[in-house]
Each structure stands twice: as C-alpha cells, then as structure tokens.
C-alpha cells in the first residue's frame, strides 16, 4: 500500500535554531500533502497545504515565515521551523494523497523537542 | 471552519466490552473517515464513509454514516487490549484540496 515517510522521527534543538523536517511520498506522486500539528492527547490541528510547484496554503493562525514549507517535488515536501522556541515543542504529522479521490496517508511523524 | 465533536473523549472498558464512538457535526462532509493513532505514531486510517446512511464493516468495528451526512458511529464489539488507542474522525470538506477537519479524538483503553 501507499507509504508515507517522515524524517527525522525526532528531534531535539536549541531555542532559536531552524529544524527541517522531510515528507516523502515512497511509491505515489503527491500533487498536495498537508501538514499538522498535534499536541498532547490532543487532536491534529491542519497548519498548511502544500501544493507542488506553488506557495503553500497557511491555516488562519499559522506563521507563514516561522513554518516554511517547500514542495519540491511530487514525492517530497518539507516544513521548516525557523528560529525555534520551547512553545513549538509538538508532534508534527505529514499527510499525502494521489489526489482527491484518494485516501490519505500520513507519516510517522516527527517529535520536535525544542531546548 | 466546519467542527466535529467526538465523544466520548475517554473511555475505558474491559476486554470483552463493546463501546461506540460518536463524531458530530452541525456540517455536512462529502466523506467522513476514521483513524485509529497510537502513541508516537501517524494516525492509520480505517474505513471512509462517503454515502448517507451507509455502514461498513470491518471485523469487529461496525461504521456508519448518519442519512444526512453530518454525524458517524464507530461501534467495536467485544473489543481486544490490541484496539486500544485515539479514534479520530474526520471530515473530507468539499474544497478542491480535500482538506479533512478532525475531530478531537476519542482514547479507547481496553484493559485484558
């Protein structure tokens, strides 16, 4: 079946460095993956769409400049935290799908520890 | 932003038990899908509902999709310590994306 991988699966950085994390899509094109956060026995909170080839679509309430994210190809999207802080400290999950038809299918997700 | 309320938010049941999972919306999705997540873990999906008043089956977990498309169920019957875990339903939005709107999450613990 579809596979989705997330790399690194953790991650521990210091107050004010930048963190990427990779989304690849292992054996689909991915035309759109999104992007999540999720907090502690908390739900998924959708922060953004990446589109291939385009800017990326940013939830009301998203620091567009503080998550960066680049769809670089159709099998790789990433999501860069720049000049990290202790708040940002969550589980970030990627999703991808074929297309809107498709089910999505998301990655293991990344643990960002921020120090 | 179209809401989805999950309850209940916890529940812990003996091995054995059936239990159900409700997901509400005062919206109407064109699908509605639910994903089971353990700890450290992406959530996996489990079954997409996409007509109303539709029900699937898979094994022991019973879904269905309320007529007007804007409620679901989840319903395990005589659920296994291997079910435990965070049910999340979430609703596939008409928009061209198919952004999918989760809902707060339900922990199911089943103790043996």
């Known amino acids: 079946g579809a596979v989705v991988s997330q790399h690194p699966s953790r991650v521990i950085c210091k107050s004010g460095t930048s963190v990427k994390i990779e989304c690849r899509s292992l054996d689909f094109q991915a035309t759109t993956m999104f992007w999540y956060r999720q907090f502690p026995k908390q739900s998924l909170m959708l922060m953004a769409t990446?589109?291939?080839?385009?800017?990326?679509?940013?939830e009301q309430g998203v620091e567009k400049d503080k998550f960066l994210i680049n769809h670089a190809s159709l099998t790789l999207s990433t999501l860069t935290v720049t000049s990290a802080h202790p708040e940002d400290s969550s589980f970030y999950i990627c999703?991808?799908?074929?297309?809107?038809?498709?089910?999505?299918?998301f990655g293991n997700g990344t643990r960002l520890t921020v120090t | 932003t179209q809401l989805l309320e999950q309850s209940p938010q916890f529940l812990s049941i003996q091995e054995g038990e059936n239990l159900t999972v409700y997901c509400n919306s005062s919206s109407v999705f064109s699908s509605l899908q639910w994903y089971r997540q353990e700890p450290g873990e992406g959530p996996v999906l489990l079954v997409t509902?996409?007509?109303?008043?539709e029900v699937k089956k898979l094994k022991r977990l019973t879904f269905q999709f309320g007529d007007a498309r804007k409620d679901s169920s989840l319903h395990i019957t005589a659920a296994q310590p291997g079910d435990t875990g965070l049910y999340l339903c979430a609703g596939g939005s008409t928009d061209s994306w198919g952004k999918l709107q989760f809902g707060a999450g339900t922990q199911v613990v089943v103790t043996p």
């Open positions: 999703s991808a799908r074929r297309d809107t038809n498709s089910p999505l299918h």
């Open positions: 990446s589109n291939e080839g385009s800017k990326a679509t940013y």
């Open positions: 509902v996409v007509t109303g008043g």
